[in-house]
């Protein structure tokens, strides 16, 4: 059990992370090491940072919804495309070993700052409907797999897809992006429960910055508009370079 300084830590991390997850994506980078640090080892930190990851998106969907942005049917739909592969990434997540989980994680967190870095052409985006071809169906049933095996970073992916795939402005797409992610995280959870690979202590801890952190972000994103989430999304890259470098 944390003395009050890990509570406080692990507290301010969850806010910051849910902050920057309901925004850009990321926030996983600092939940996950406070998790360690404060004495879990890498699965048990997986399974016990979702509980976080799932409360915290559900604050920011009643969030959303109360600044009148929340579309249930298309978000329904884009969810259940995520179900399968996260399920399957989630199964796989217990099972492995811990050195080759980090291995996997490290490389994978590389892979997303430099795709995050590359130069996007500028295309309109404002669709309202989901329109699923099948270089989107693919790209949701492999977010989903990853989410649910690592969830670092899911969100980068979450908008990328929506960006380039669907054409969706930012705050629909964070809109969608917290409702999937919730949705998906779900069966995730669940798994991590039944092979006892969650602390509830330090889950509850966790889900109460989240929350916090999650409500906070929507109406931040929501008054300031795309220009603000652009700009977090570009902290949220560079915290995930600074923590593969090591540099803090």
């Known amino acids: 059990m944390p003395d009050i300084t890990g509570i406080l ?26 998790l360690i640090f404060l004495g ?4 048990m930190a997986n399974g016990t940072n979702r ?26 739909i884009i969810s259940a495309l995520t179900l399968p592969g996260a399920i399957a990434g989630a199964l796989l997540a217990v099972k492995l070993e811990d050195k080759i989980f980090q291995n996997i994680l490290a490389v994978v967190m590389i892979f997303i700052v430099i795709t995050m870095l590359i130069p996007k052409k500028k295309t309109k985006q404002d669709n309202n409907d ?5 270089k989107t169906i693919i790209s949701l049933l ?3 797999f990853y989410g649910g ?11 990328a897809t929506f960006q380039n795939l669907m054409k969706l402005n930012l705050i629909k797409v964070n809109m969608h992006k917290v409702f999937v992610v919730f949705v998906y995280t779900i069966p995730a959870f669940l798994i991590f429960i039944f092979t006892k690979n969650v602390d509830w202590y330090y889950g ?16 931040l994103s929501i008054k300031k508009g795309e220009k603000f989430i652009k700009v977090v999304l570009i902290i949220a890259i560079l915290i995930m370079a600074l923590k593969l470098l090591n540099l803090f």
Request: aromatic share 14%; net charge positive; hydrophobic share 55%.
């Open 9 to 34: 830590i692990l507290f301010f991390a969850g806010a910051l992370a849910a902050f920057l997850n309901v925004n850009a994506g990321g926030g996983s980078t600092l939940t996950l090491p406070a």
């Open 40 to 43: 879990l080892n890498p699965t």
């Open 51 to 76: 509980l976080g990851i799932l409360i915290q998106n559900a604050a920011a969907v009643y969030s959303f919804k109360q600044e009148k942005f929340y579309e249930l049917k298309n978000s329904l």
């Open 130 to 134: 989901v329109k699923l071809d099948w």
């Open 142 to 144: 492999a977010v989903g």
């Open 149 to 159: 095996f690592i969830q670092v970073g899911v969100g980068f992916l979450l908008m």
């Open 204 to 219: 509850l801890i966790l889900s109460a910055g989240t929350a916090f952190g999650a409500w906070w972000g929507v109406k």
